[in-house]
């Protein structure tokens, strides 16, 4: 369980995280979701005490980090796939980690058999791929058998056979009871993955809630139905409660109403349909309109340039 | 998917983590790093080989068609050839070694990776600090002793040198602890800078540059100056003879070196303790 109780970070005049309080609950993967520069990192670093908060404390099972016994037993973390010495193998780079939390050495061999790399394990590891370099970072998480995960990030430069991997890890990691919080800056990664989400926008926190209820609350359900007769069926729809808009050429986009219960109140009036289709506005969507106005770094759309439907 | 073994055969946690373990792994990171282990062979190279090369040549070859003076001068301090010279060459390299224990953590990132496994600052300097010094005691002894022996065994048929010669024992046994020393200074200027380029170019730079511009200054302040900046002092402890008009003895010269190092410990300590890693 991770717990933050008004936790900030100022750098200058720029408040990278803003009193965020938050709970971390075990048993489940918890996303961090936010745009770039959101300061997703930044509290990640804090819970770590690899930052100093400005304000606010953050514990870790009611502790700070770094008053543990002995810290690497109970937190694992993956922040930045190259806080590594290129000069140094794998299994070096894992072995020096270990000693620090007196971690036997087989548990080395372990946990690079278990993320994948017992083959390049001798090999210097300034030649590893962005891939490898993450897979080496979760088997450091991994290293003391941790009840608290922390992954930054981690599907960056990953294939799709990585992604899944990690996926599946994460879900595993959780569901033996561990706490896994995991950031990103995609909701489609989030939407697969994670049980809880923290959004996060300018270092304010915008939601905590479950994923079923962040899509439940954020992706309003939209009919796209054509029809030989537009203002009638409006009509009776309208009627029954639900909203429509028109386009103009007869379509008509209902929201508020199921595609079965437009289909039953067509068919009892005898309004002949040529469409009917349920559009779900993507979570990705609802992320983007939820933290349109915290994006930190903001691309100028060109002028006369028309954005992109992103209908699913 | 294959079945995971999250958890494996790890012992239950005991204790408290803390200096002896930061000390194994601070070990394994010196010795698993090529860079140390080429600049310790470099460093001997120079200061054993070459020196006795130059040695042979310059002493043993022309002894000769050396005129009366330059013979007596060599005979007066024969430690400045077979061992103030190849400790002046050698401590380049240990420079290097000092900053780079731990900056070199800073530009990999690494730091980042250590202070997740043991957030406790302190403990991290603390056992970085001790293998470093203790590595380069013993390298710094066995370098000093090595380019004494050979030294001595090449200019020996004209220069005989002896340990109990006046001032000969200290010089060797200064020289070995004016390693372990320089590499600390050399540390905490890597802690305080944290990045490579500028903390071995603040070291050389001090050493080089900064400590012979002294020189300059005038008057009895600028003495007192001279003779107090750090790798000025500290190099007196390996001279065989101490000009007359040095203001400090040669271990007198050395603490004022460790005191000032000291002092440059403390700093970084108390920035890395600080400062958002």
Partial sequence: MIEAEGLTKRYGERLAVDSLTFTIRPGQVTGFLGPNGAGKSTTMRMILGLDTPSAGVVTIDGKPFTAMDNPMREVGAL?????????????????????????????????????????????RSKGFSLGMGQRLGIA????????????DEPV?????????????????????????????HLMSEMENTADHLLVIGRGRLIADCPVHEFIRKNSELAVRVRTAEPTRLAELVTAEGGRVTTDGDGTLLVTGMGTDRIGDLAFDHQVRLHELAALRASLEEAFMEMTRDSVEFQAAV??????????? | MTTLNLT?????????????????????????????????????????????????LTIDRRWAQMVPGERSSVLANPLD????????????????????????????????????AQPRRM?????????????????GEALSFAAYATGKAVIAPHVPVHLSDP????????AGLYIPVLALFSLAAGAILRHTAAAITAVLGIMLVVSNLTQLLPDSWGHHINAYMPMNAGSLVFQQHVAPKQLLTPWQGLGVFAAETAILVVVAAFLMRRRDA
């Fill in chain 2, 8 to 56: 494996g055969t790890l012992p239950a946690a005991t204790g408290r983590s803390g200096l002896t373990n930061a000390l194994r792994s601070e070990w394994t990171k010196i010795r698993s790093v090529r860079s140390t282990l080429w600049s310790i062979g470099a460093m001997a190279a120079v200061a054993v080989g070459l020196n006795a090369l130059i040695n042979w």
């Fill in chain 1, 156 to 184: 960056n430069g990953l294939d799709p056979e990585g992604i899944l991997w990690i996926r599946n890890l994460m879900k595993s990691l959780a569901a033996q009871g561990r706490t896994v919080f995991v950031s990103s």
């Fill in chain 2, 123 to 139: 403990t991290i300097l603390g056992a970085k600090i001790l293998v470093i010094v203790g590595l380069m005691l013993v390298v």
């Fill in chain 1, 140 to 151: 450091s998480a991994l290293l003391g058998d941790p009840k608290v995960l922390m992954f």
């Fill in chain 1, 79 to 123: 922040l930045d796939a190259k806080a590594i010495h290129g000069g140094r193998s794998a299994y070096q780079h894992l072995w020096c980690l270990a000693q620090l939390g007196g971690i036997p050495k087989r548990r080395v061999d372990e946990v690079l058999e278990l993320v994948g790399l017992t083959g390049v394990a001798r090999k």
């Fill in chain 1, 302 to 312: 060109p002028a006369g340039a028309v954005a992109p439907e992103v209908a699913r």
């Fill in chain 2, 167 to 174: 001032g000969a024992l200290r010089a060797v046994i200064g």
């Fill in chain 2, 81 to 116: 050839n077979i061992l103030a010279s190849p400790m002046t060459v050698a401590q380049f390299a240990v420079a290097v070694i000092g900053v780079m224990a731990i900056s070199a953590e800073y530009s990999t990132g690494m730091v980042r990776s250590t202070l997740q």
